[in-house]
Each structure stands twice: as C-alpha cells, then as structure tokens.
C-alpha cells in the first residue's frame, strides 16, 4: 500500500509519501509552485514514483484546497482524502465551534496520537504561526494558542519601524547582542523560545494540571530549538503521519 499525503500550509506545501506503513520520503515547496498544473506536474515527478493507491490532504488555505485535489485528480486517477473535523479522525474536538480548528493542528495531534497512544500530549507547530495544542490521553483535543511564528517577525519589525532592517533569522552566539543585527537575532530566537516556554508552561497547568505531559515538536523552525529543553520529542514528520493514520481510519470506512 502506497499512500501519499500532502499538508498544505499558507506558505508551503509539505508531503510525503508511505509505503507499507513507513514514512519513505518527505518533501517541502512553496505553495505558488504546487498549485500550478505544471509546478505540481514537477513535484511529482521529482518526488512521488510511479502510482499511488491513496492521498489524504490536509488545508489552511480554503481557496487552494479544490485546485490540490484537482491536481491530484488528473494526475494520479485518485479521489484525495480531505482531513476535516468532522472526518472519521478519531479524535474529539474540545473547540466551543470545531470548524474553526486548522486541520493542520487536527492533523499533527492525530499523529501525536499515533506516536504515544493513552498520553497527554502538548503539541508544539513552529510553522508560520507558531500553535501550541494540548490533546488529553482520552483522544480530546483541548484547545491551545496561536502566536506568530519565528519566520514572521523579522519582516514585521522591519516593515513597522523606521531604522530597523530585515535580519536573516540565525541562532545567536550570545544572547547579548553588539550589533543592531545581533540585537534583533537574539531578540527574535530568545524571544520565541520564552514565548513556547511560557505558553507550554501555561497550557501544562490549566489542562493537565500535575499530570505528566509528552511535549512534542514539528513545524519547519522546530529544529532551531534544538537544545534549549523546549520539548521532550522533535517529529518533523507529525502532521504526515497524522495524515496517514487519518487515510487508514476513512479507507476502513469505505471513505
């Protein structure tokens, strides 16, 4: 069984493909080149070989969701899974209005799952937006927080003030900066890192209040962090293999 699963995020397109369970191959472009026919064409052929017998997708992006499935459609002759709330994911959703959870989230926390069966999970996303999510051992998806990612705030301060510039985003030698450069690199990694610290540490206490927790992280700039305690478990995998336990869960059903 060869599934393909891709997670299409609001700057990028992350997929991967399984083959008898095991994730074989990940691979990651920007959302403008997937969502061409001809961009997608390439993905394709240099990332997925030969056919495939499943697709489960996952969007933050409602307006590119059709054009996704229609690619995948026209290329692969097969009707893509579409992860939604209401989808038999096997999770319950603590949300007051569920459709507003991102099926990104849905989609990790169902890989979280997977990974520590019977667990309290906090899980960490470091994408665009940086989302903290706690899932109870139970199987219900609490709730959590939303913050900007680290990709987000160079460009923020820079286009907001009028002598600070656009810095590339870097791990800091020193978290006591020489430099305005340097200033604003240790401002951004330390910044963020207090930030998951703080909001992890909050979320441990008002859902699980002594109660052991599994931190997990995924998300492009989780591996940043690597070092600084901010979590038990780096999966960059996460949300494919959510993806793919999803895709197991609704072919059962006839989906």
Known sequence: MKTLVLNLGNTSLFGGVFSEGKLRKTFRVPIA?????RGFARLVEGHVRGPVDRVALCSVVPAFTP??????RRHFGVVPQVLTVDAP???KIGYRQPRELGTDRLAAAIGARKLFPGKSIIVIDCGTATTVTALHRDGT??????????????????S?????PEVKLARPR?????????NLQSGFFHGQAGAIREV???????????GKSIVVATGGHAARFAGEKLFDRHEPGLVLIGLDDFSTRAAAQGL
Request: hydrophobic content about 45%.
């Open 160 to 164: 907001r003030t009028a002598q600070l």
């Open 200 to 210: 992890v540490r909050k979320i441990q206490a008002g859902a699980f209040g002594r």
């Open 67 to 72: 054009k996704i499935a229609g690619l995948v």
């Open 89 to 91: 994911h096997g999770l």
């Open 174 to 182: 020193r978290s006591l900066g020489r430099s305005t450069r340097e």
């Open 141 to 158: 998806l609490l709730g959590g927080a939303i913050f900007p990612g680290l990709g987000l705030w160079p460009a923020m301060l820079a």
């Open 33 to 37: 080149t997937a969502v061409t026919t």
